[in-house]
């Protein structure tokens, strides 16, 4: 196991930023930390990077507590904070070399080369980061996250306010990276989870609402909604027998909605039993659930 969390309280003054959380993540697998603004996300980022401490409760980064030998869970990590901070005024290698220093990187040279191959910076090495475009800043901020070959990569929203190329870029630069590393990322974008993440943890206000893999929450999605209204009634186990059916809720008069278990699409299924009882169809709608509306769901209070 690279990160244990055990039982994480954060209080800001009076104000609980996280609730009791617990997770773990494994050895090179991409977790997915993902919530609306002010869940508490980069507050448990910063605890885990042991840049502030916890409130209550234990983490273990690497076999290594992050309250008695926070040196050495520095050692592991890599760490893109929110915000990326840079050294505008710095040459992108001149930078790189200053961070590999802080960390005592050997060979240094030959690292830097390494990871301006790795992030593709080759053409804008000798560039001031303040010249950069913000996905070839977020490209530095992976480069020294990654320049002390740590095991564990935590990234806060590395992909806030990239335009679209750029979003596929660094996506594709952190699944590159995953093969080898543990990989963290924060977002509030649940497509970014899809592409990106093995597995989700849903945070909502401190508290953690969802620990699952990526394609179990793909099959959520899968399921369909079909709300249908016939002009008389008609045998509920007639619908039930349809392959795929999961669950018929009766609404009000001679309405149901009809809840699938995969992506089949059985509307024709339900006009031919309808057709076959002498039954009239007046209305036929499906409705897909998307991944979106599981996190609204999950994260609605
Ligand atoms: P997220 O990264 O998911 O947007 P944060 O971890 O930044 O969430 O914040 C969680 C909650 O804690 C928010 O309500 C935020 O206002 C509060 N918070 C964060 N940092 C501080 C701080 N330094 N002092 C007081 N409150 C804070
Ligand atoms: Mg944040």
Known sequence: MSIIVENITKLYKEQKAL?????????????????????GKSTMMKIITCYIP???GKVKVCGFDINDQSIDVRKNIGYLPEHNPLYLDMYVKEFLVFIGGLYKVKNINQRVKEMIDLTGLQIEQNKKIGALSKGYRQRVGLAQAMIHDPKVLIMDEPTTGLDPNQLEEIRGLIKKLGKEKTVMLSTHIMQEVEAVCDRVIIINHGDIVANDTTQSLKQYKAKQIISVEFDSIIDLSKIQSIEGVE????????????ITSDEKDIRKDIFNIAVQNNIGVLT??????????????????
Request: aromatic share 8%; no cysteine.
């Open 284 to 301: 036929l709608n499906k409705e897909e659930q998307k991944m979106e509306d599981v996190f609204k769901e999950l994260t609605k209070k």
């Open 247 to 258: 669950l018929v809720k009766q609404l009000e008069g001679n309405k149901y909605q009809i």
């Open 19 to 39: 609730n009791n959380v617990s997770f773990n993540v494994n050895e090179n697998e991409i977790v997915g930390f993902l919530g609306p603004n002010g869940a």
């Open 54 to 56: 916890p409130t209550e």
